[in-house]
């Protein structure tokens, strides 16, 4: 049964190339432009343009799942949160303000593109993410950062965790446009990894939506594909 989570949180951790780990075991990762908003994840973007030159004013801006913003802002983003406590385990880390939430145009507050862009009170020193929009092979790796919990029920790591999952065509096809359906054994993505990044060749392809029968390990989660037109339109690209 497919259920939008307001806290989504990823079952395992390891590295950017992390197909040969127990996740439940798992291990900590570090990304400097992965963001935590609120009880969220975001994920610092920065799209090329034609020339195929890195468009720097992205690093204002972040995206992230439309259902975690309601009708209060939230005040900041910490870049770079390798560690909650013991001052960030010795990683960078940059805290900037929110100055502002937008939410897809096609959100309807249960259903549609659930994806909000964040714009930054100033840059961030980390470099972001480009965007794909790519639809990658069967079986293709994906990974996928959060902070979340590692069982259901369960708590929170102290560490920022990273999981990879495998890219179900299939599924994928017989969802919503907007959605990329994708699994792995022993892995799930949670209560509290919403708006997190789902990468495919070190790419930002989607954020964390939804999780099947409470964060059971193996079931096909479900990931909201960026939508670059409409982020371009926003930012004045």
């Avoid at 799942?65 to 949160?81: N, W």
């Avoid at 980390?126 to 790519?134: C, D, E, M, S, V």
Wanted: aromatic share 10%; with cysteine.
């Amino acid at each position: 049964m497919k259920k939008i989570l307001f806290l989504l949180f990823l079952i395992g951790c390891g590295t950017e190339d992390m197909s040969d780990l127990d996740i439940v075991g798992g291990q900590k990762v570090y990304r400097s432009w992965y963001g935590r908003v609120g009880g969220c994840g975001s994920t610092l973007i920065a799209p090329y343009n034609k020339k195929k030159t890195l468009v720097q004013a992205f690093s204002k801006w972040a995206v992230s799942a439309a259902h975690c913003f309601g009708k209060s802002k939230p005040r900041e983003v910490r870049f770079g949160l390798y560690q909650r406590k013991d001052g960030n385990g010795g990683k960078p880390m940059q805290t900037v303000k929110v100055k502002r939430i937008i939410k897809h145009p096609e959100w309807t507050g249960n259903r549609g593109y659930d994806l909000a862009l964040i714009e930054l009170e100033s840059r961030v020193k980390f470099k972001p993410r480009q965007l794909t929009n790519a639809t990658p092979s069967d079986s293709a790796k994906l990974s996928a950062f959060g902070f979340g919990q590692t069982s259901h029920p369960g708590s929170a790591p102290e560490f920022l965790q990273g999981a990879v999952f495998r890219f179900n065509a299939k599924a994928t096809k017989n969802s919503r446009k907007e959605i990329i359906r994708a699994s792995a054994p022993g892995k799930a993505v949670c209560f509290g990894d919403s708006g997190g990044p789902l990468m495919y060749n070190g790419k930002l392809i989607a954020t964390a939506t939804f999780t099947t029968g409470n964060c059971k390990a193996g079931g096909q989660m479900g990931f909201t594909r960026v939508d670059i037109p409409w982020i371009k339109r926003v930012v004045g690209l």
